[in-house]
């Protein structure tokens, strides 16, 4: 089993910027692949972030590209989304989610088999 916590969400105003952390825990194997999603009101979730632990490989969704940050830190067990130059359309609760890499589809929701509970992030204008 895997357990993951986020933690870092607040709120800011557009421009600014916040550090997201999810602490892993539990069987390693299952969670060599994570990535952060999202989840706007009366909006579905949304893939924005997400790294290969073995080769630190990252991938972003468009619309965070060249703001956010995914990487990792092994000996912590944690991985950190930092999130630049917010929007007021990047509120939203963030999750991080984690799965074996074999046949996990990078930003695919439904590919991820561990969740954390989240974390609020909203961006005022």
């Known amino acids: 089993q895997v357990q993951l916590v986020e933690s870092g969400g607040g709120s800011v105003q557009a421009g600014g910027s916040l550090r997201l952390s999810c602490a892993a825990s539990?069987?390693?194997?299952?969670?060599?692949?994570m990535g952060w999603f999202r989840q706007g009101p009366a909006k579905e979730r949304e893939g924005v972030a997400h790294i290969y632990g073995t080769s630190g490989t990252t991938i972003y969704a468009d619309s965070v590209k060249g703001r956010f940050t995914i990487y990792q830190d092994s000996a912590k067990n944690t991985v950190y989304l930092e999130m630049t130059r917010l929007k007021p359309e990047d509120t939203g609760r963030y999750y991080c989610a984690a799965n074996r890499c074999l046949g996990l589809t990078p930003l695919s929701a439904n590919t991820y088999r561990y969740w954390g509970q989240g974390t609020q992030v909203t961006v005022s204008s």
């Open positions: 539990g069987d390693t194997v299952p969670r060599t692949c």
